[in-house]
Every structure is written in C-alpha cells, then in structure tokens.
C-alpha cells in the first residue's frame, strides 16, 4: 500500500520553479509501503527538503497504476538529473517504477528515431537492498556481486543518451546501525545540493544515445505490447 497521505491520481503537471530557484533535479521515488521504511522514508524526506528538488512519488500519484504518459514525459524533459530512488526488490526496481520506464520512455520520444528528450541528462541510482553487502558475492546466497544487477540501468541511461551515474547504496538497510542510515541520508542530501559539482563527474564521459534501426520496431511505432 502507499503512504497514507495521497496525492490524487493524475495529479496535472507541477508548475515550473522560477528560474535561479530549480535545481534541475527529478527524483522518482517508488516504494510500495513508505510506512514500513526504515531508510527509503528518510531519503524522500530528505529530497523534498531540498531546495528545488522535484519529487515524485510514485505509489502516491498512481495507486490505480494508471500513469499519465504526457504528464510524466513533461516533468523528466525538464530536468538535468533523474535520481530513481527505490528499494531493490528482487534483484530490480519496483514494479510501479517499471512500468513508468515502460510507459514513459517510449519510442521516439526517449530513444530510437527523433527521440532525444533525455539525451545529455544523468541518471542516478539511489537503493537500498535487504542483505548485507557481504551477502553480494559468488560465495553468498545471492551469487553475484551487486554490479552484475546494474546492466539493465545503464543500458536503459544509454539507450536513451543519458549518462549514469555512480550509485548511491545502502546495503542491509534493515539492520543497518542508526548512524550508518543518518550518515547515508546526509550524503544523499548533501548530493542533491552540490549536484553537479561532484568530482567523480568530472571523469565521466557523455553517454550517445544508442542507434535503434527503424527495422527492429514495429511499422505503426507501437511499443513493445504489439509483440
């Protein structure tokens, strides 16, 4: 279930923030029980006091998961930087979060033919997982380092000609000790404000947006339910 302070369905398009006010910075937060988060709660918390900083949480807006495709195209051309702030759920994101990519980054929009809306954004992945970091390796129960579950976020930042960003992880946020968790929303926070003066940007490269033959897509541009 969602925080039990909604907002409604559809909510229109937020006005933009003058201008010398925004921060260029969308936040797509997607948690499906936010009174049950220990850590994810916080972060949010921490994003909508950020000067600036547009939130959009997920599981509030859409409890029917009935996205407004315009609406969310609208508010993600606007920004510099989209921070995907979630939990890790089975290896992965949120399915509210998944059909939002689903359904807003669509062809010719976001990539493919004519679809440079979010080319030369950054894309930041803010999570949390439930197991240890030390749980994360060959000889742990989840068989795999935490990067071998990072391809499909930076395939999906290359697609659409964006560049991904380190992300920002806290591992076994269950347990995790209460200073970790005050240190990690601090970095988080303070992230937000200094964005995008951060050092390890100045060694990133832009991301071109991967070419899409036209052949590979449907006739009619229809997206991948047509398959």
Known sequence: MAESIKQAPHAPLPAPVGEGQSSGILVLAAHPNWRESRVNKRLLEAAR???GVQVRDLYALYPDYDIDTGVEQAVAQQARLVVLLHPIQWYSMPALLKLWLD???TYGW???PGGTALQGK???LVATTGGPESSYHPQSYNRYFFEAFLPPYEQTAALCGMRFLPPLLLHGAHRA???AVAQHVEVFADRL???PEWPEIEDLLAC???EVPTTDRPLSGADASAE
């Open 193 to 195: 404000r200094t964005y």
């Open 208 to 210: 071109p947006a991967c």
């Open 122 to 124: 950054d894309l930041w």
């Open 177 to 179: 000790h209460e200073d």
């Open 110 to 112: 976001a990539y493919g």
């Open 49 to 51: 006091g950020g000067g």
């Open 103 to 105: 359904e807003v980054l």
